[in-house]
């Protein structure tokens, strides 16, 4: 291991490898105006959207991120486009009633639906294709629980899935890892550093501007301005839109209790033959499995890289530790993938919320969207065009999420204390039930 890590600190890239696949000079220093209609804080996909719908209602609209274009996690993910939220319908049923739980885990559809008709409608160049999840099932347990749900899920929720038997497991998955799986066709991915930069350049030609390395320190409410201070000045604005998800701070601190940020972690490996990939990958599909702490993983579009990421300490290390970590993890999954090098290693924070779904609303006058819980691409995508849409008093705006409380704990205030005791206890769990069937 020792000799692996002395390999990978000399050839890696601590940066998205997502960020090599596009120009990054194209987004220029700005000063920040006096005052605008709305002043949207972060410049992710949910403040983008919510930008748009703004723009094109006429408002004058300032989009302020203290980050550069690629360091949030925009340009970090793994690039999956899912249509799932995290509770089942029988958890949200118990909670909410039958037709409130539909409602809500149709959202996922419709979130999933409506960004593959935007990128189309815009002509976005971002290497979108709908390539279908192969979900793995860890256990045979797990297994015949794929068989339970894909039922009720094409019964109950409309949503497309078959179910794949270990003994076929091969023409999805080049690896004897899992006990089957099951495969959702409509999912999708795309390069998130592509998409994320034809949001920015979309804004430009709506007038929208975007001031970047331009932080917000403080605010307050007179009357029906907001003053808002920033390292760059101060900007009084109507409406104030907070879309800072996983990187939300104590700035805003009704929202730092309820955003649990999460560091998810990715490597890219080095250019491989395209037979190869192809090899392990036969499906082309990417591919996420049943354990507690998730690994997602997929082949880069131009089929020459793995690309692999997850969660893998219980507290946040640096890139060089987490390489060969993840490295590890990728040869579990692999057992015959030869010594190969890591090019990049990068890792940006989801938010998740106490109740694993995403919140939508106002607070104080405050408007916000966050909280997506890893499956961020469509749903930040989706809410942020609500959200707009929610500003400008448009009925369209509403979603299901609207009356859904937003919990937090006691003695939450933004760090998560508690996550390194649940990440070790699920990695033990998840390696305990891995390692009770890898020699059968």
Known sequence: MVEQMDKIEKKMKKYSYWLDTVDQDFLKDANLPEKSDALVVGFGYTGLHAAFEMAKNGMKVCVIDKCNFGDGCSSKNGGQISNLLKPSIEKLTKKYGFEKAKSIRAEGVNALNWIIEFINKENINC???????????????????????????????????????????????????????????????????????????????????????????????????????????VINTKNLIIATNGYTSKVTPWLNRRSIPIGSYVIASQELPESF??????????????????????????????????????????????????????????????????????????????????????????????????????????????????????????????????????????RPWFLPAVVELYKFRDSREINKYINQ
């Open 277 to 414: 990939i192809s090899k392990l990958f036969p499906s082309n599909r990417h591919i996420t499995d049943s354990c507690r702490v998730v690994y997602y993983f997929r082949a880069s579009p131009d089929k020459k890289r793995i690309i692999f990421g997850g969660r893998v300490s219980s507290r946040e290390i640096d890139l060089h530790d987490s390489a060969p970590l993840l490295l590890k993890d990728l040869k579990r999954v692999f057992p015959d993938l030869p010594e190969i090098n890591v090019s990049h290693s990068w890792m940006g924070y989801v938010s998740y919320t106490f109740d694993h779904l995403p919140h939508i609303g106002q607070t104080d006058g405050v408007f916000y969207s966050m909280g997506y819980c890893g499956s961020g691409i469509a749903l930040s995508s989706y809410l942020g065009m609500k959200l707009g849409k929610k500003v400008i008093n448009d009925k369209e705006g509403q979603t299901a999420f609207d009356s859904l409380k937003f919990p937090t704990r006691p003695l939450y205030y933004g």
């Open 127 to 233: 290497d979108l294709i709908r390539d279908g999840l192969f979900h793995g099932a860890h256990t045979p347990s797990e297994f015949k629980k794929f068989v339970e749900e894909s039922k009720k899920l094409k019964d109950i929720e409309g949503i497309e899935t078959y179910i794949v038997s270990k003994s076929d497991q091969h023409n999805e998955i080049k690896s004897d890892l899992y006990h089957g799986g099951i495969v959702f066709p409509d999912h999708s991915s795309l390069n998130p550093a592509k998409y994320h930069k034809s949001l920015i350049q979309k804004a430009n030609s709506l007038g929208i501007e975007i001031i970047q390395k331009c932080e917000l320190l403080s605010y307050k409410k007179n009357s029906d301005i907001f003053n808002v201070e920033t390292n760059k000045g």
